[in-house]
């Protein structure tokens, strides 16, 4: 049953399991008195052994108040009020959590499953979604109250239930989601449907979808098959949704993978007319034509690409590597498709995010207990935030992207 | 003197001249308790004839606060800081303000120039930039203070002074502009300057160009020409920068336009690989290939499009019209090329804008003294907000986008 879970992130993840809470930060709350403040440049800071996050701003490049309490973080992921105000944070043990950012303390917490995989909120903000394993399905709560709005219970059409994974926002109140081992992908329509959505099922998308990403135009749905050299891709524009095989041959040459060690799809980037993806099991990122799906470059790199990320004007993306060549970040240029730059953080790169229009970039260095902040031009080191084994890191501008 | 002026927004100034102030509103300043809320759903409506602003928020669908006292606003334009808490508004009469939302007040405001047109903010929120006609120049401003950085002058090469256009940001501290008079492009890059930026001059781009923009990546600066059938691009990406001549024949077949019927180039809307722009004193959205500049496609509309804005997830563009015909929204889908709705909001649209995942829009209909807000999968109207002869509408999470 961990085979999805551990493919999703086993990269943020770590090697080690559970690990020793860190020693007090001595860093307290800041709930007492809320300041007046915007909020387009704060963000979150995952601490993943610590089951804890750090509220961090952007602006002055410092960490503004540590909240605990929030579970087993081991595939935490993170997303927005369309305010900014309030981020929600998916744990891995079924914890959804609502924070309040300018108080710095949890609003609201619920634990809506025993064994749950990333979440998604809509676009008008209403409505959060959580993938669950355990039950497999996936739920919808009311983002204002967390009350249950919906259950769907991911059960296949032989009868059985499935694991939930690669679960997505897309336009007008939609989610959409894979079913692990029922071979599904459904999608889940919310617009002036109240609590009962209309739901879409795809059949016959092969076996065992490991993960999914759409693109950021809402427009594909892709995902990932464990075992199977292909993915299959979905245009949710079309009158008809029909799974197409796309990047037949992505794997070719290796031999089959074991699924932790399937790349992430949330690793793409999509930059003008491409997309930048990790090759499987190869020292390769893999640019591929974004309408055709077909693969129009491999570009060499220091090892197994994890997360390619898009600076945010294009020019640049960033890569992080597979253990155990993770100490390492690689600058491609787009123009050229060429490795331009190149250094090593320190120990165990686990995430990056860019500042919203890519001035900056910061890096999360787990087994150095810092997040280091670097302007991207020259590639200089302008900053760093103490954290306790850091892990994914979340920028509030993500509220007003699609599929995210 | 006033031929670029007319030219840049002489659609949303309307036909009038100034018009009487309007009735009392009856809505008071919220300034005294300022409320604990997060940003990024807050936006602010010009009331041009008022000299006032609209603090309006698009979760709820609400005005919040009317904030007046604010100047000539007949060509106003805003911009964000990165936090989303401080608007910047750049008035017609070379006001320069700076309004804290959160607050509902003015924080700060100068009057930088007698005559001035639009502004940008730097990609890491220190300096805000003026382009104005008298003195003609770029002024650069510390965005806490409002207090002086740089005084561009905007000299051309026969040493006569020109009235400056088409100022946007660009990726690291850096802004572009052209000059009217003087027929160049200037770009400057304040990073690792301080307050001295590294000044580049284009010259040879052709006469007059009476607007300018730059590519949502930051890469392609556009200047439009007056009474020259072309228009003028720089790669900003390449090492030297070079005008270079595109879309000749953009205005082919028609007599010379007045510069004050010259489309606006913030008209233009990016969609996957096209552009969608006005046709010259047509009634057509021409469609053009975004990396050659050549024409494919002209889609035949219900009159001259001003605005042409392309929903956030790229499906849709929402076009209104010059006058006569000002009163009609036409909706076209973007894989079909066709136009699949249209309707009559009221007289004189003058502007719409999209929440930033797409599933609204509002539309001000200046002579109805209202806003409108549409959903926009079915386009239903879903709420409206009054408002006193409004004109430009923008919305906070316009801070986390180059170019704008």
């Known amino acids: 049953m961990t085979a999805p879970a551990a493919s999703r992130r086993a990269l943020l993840a770590g090697l080690a399991g559970a690990l020793a809470a860190p020693a007090a930060t001595g860093i307290a709350r800041a709930a007492d008195a809320p300041a007046l403040r915007g909020t387009g440049d704060l963000g979150l800071v995952i601490e993943r052994a610590a089951g804890a996050v750090l509220l961090v701003e952007t602006t002055g490049r410092s960490r503004l108040a540590r909240i605990d309490g929030l579970g087993d973080l081991s ?8 305010d900014e ?3 929600y944070l998916f744990g891995r043990d079924g914890g959804l959590t609502k924070i309040d950012m300018l108080a710095a303390r949890i609003d609201r917490r619920i634990v809506q499953a025993g064994n749950a995989i990333g979440g998604a909120i809509s676009d008008d903000g209403t409505l959060v979604a959580v993938s669950n394993y355990e039950p497999g399905g996936v739920r919808i709560f009311d983002a204002a109250t967390l009350a249950p709005v919906a259950d769907i219970p991911a059960v296949d059409s032989r009868g059985n239930r499935s694991k939930t994974v690669g679960l997505v926002d897309i336009p007008f109140r939609g989610f959409a989601w894979s079913l692990y081992e029922g071979g599904e992908i459904w999608v889940a329509d919310f617009w002036n449907r109240g609590n009962s959505p209309k739901l879409t099922r795809i059949f016959d998308i092969g076996r065992l979808p490991y993960d999914g990403v759409v693109t950021a135009d809402g427009r594909h749905y892709v995902a990932g098959l464990f075992g199977e050299d292909a993915l299959i ?5 079309a009158d008809s949704l029909k799974p197409e095989r796309v990047l037949a041959g992505y794997g070719k040459g290796e031999a089959p993978l074991p699924v932790y060690k399937m790349p992430h799809l949330e690793g793409w980037a999509a930059v003008g007319d491409r997309l930048l993806i990790p090759a499987v099991g190869r020292h390769e990122v893999l640019v591929v034509d974004r309408e055709r799906f077909a693969p ?10 994890v997360f390619i990320v898009a600076r945010p004007d294009g020019r640049q993306a960033w890569v992080n590597f597979a253990h155990p060549l993770n100490d390492t970040v690689q600058v491609i240029d787009i123009p050229s ?15 990056l995010e860019f500042t919203p229009r890519g001035h900056e970039v910061w890096i999360s260095v787990r087994d150095a207990d810092r997040v280091d ?6 590639f200089g080191k302008v900053g760093e935030v103490a954290a306790a084994k850091p892990s994914g890191i979340f920028f509030t501008p993500r509220a007003h992207r ?3």
């Open 233 to 237: 891709r979905v245009d949710l524009w």
């Open 85 to 87: 105000r309030y981020a």
């Open 75 to 82: 595939h935490a992921s993170v997303c927005f009020s369309r």
């Open 402 to 404: 699609i599929g995210v």
């Open 373 to 378: 902040i670097h302007e991207t031009r020259s």
């Open 337 to 351: 498709l060429t490795v331009v730059h190149g250094f090593m953080p320190g120990p165990a790169v686990l995430h």
């Open 296 to 305: 129009v470059a491999a570009i060499p790199v220091h090892g197994q690409p």
